[in-house]
């Protein structure tokens, strides 16, 4: 059977919007720890003399990091684990988040390790635009390539703008005598 493109492009968007508020509304606004800390990897960078994360103010990440347009939200898991997400702006794909955050202290590098997953969400959109890509692979295929990078490096921004949320908040905090002994050690 085949579907007429409009008929085909609603039932795909249909299934992404599907997709999108189930995301939203069951794992994201419930910060679910499995879905907050697994995923398929897009960004990491080391935060070089950050250290233990249970003395962080969540309040001033969200202050430091947020910007007049866009609100970040960040929610403790454990003493040393700190997931984080962009809100999205209602009515405005271009502003949807496209990844998720996690930070977490990572004791074999004696740092903090600020990590970038993928929203589910995304990967349905991809694969549900599979289909309609076999017609118009001339035209749709780059065209989702593009969009797809484009949104990966706006998230990066965003996720910029945390880690310098992060060095500045951890250079105001006092240092613990025991941190500053294991980073003495050799």
Known sequence: MHLPSGMALFIATAIWLVAFLI??????????????TTGWELYERQVDGAGP???????????????????????????????????????????????RGVIRWDPDRQSVVVVGLLNWFI???????????????????????????????????YFKRVIAALREQMSDLPARPDHQAQLAQP
């Open 123 to 157: 990967l349905v959109a991809n694969i549900v635009a599979v289909p309609l890509m076999i017609r118009d692979i001339l035209w749709f295929g780059p065209l989702l390539v593009l969009a797809f990078l484009y949104g990966i490096w706006t998230e990066e921004w």
């Open 53 to 99: 994360l249970e003395n962080l103010s969540l309040q001033e990440l969200v202050r430091r990091s947020s910007t007049r347009r866009t609100q970040m939200r960040f929610h403790r898991l454990g003493p040393n684990l700190i997931v984080f997400r962009r809100t999205p702006t209602i009515g405005a794909f271009r502003s949807a988040a496209m990844m």
């Open 23 to 36: 995301e939203m509304s069951f794992f994201a606004m419930r910060w679910n720890r499995r879905y907050c």
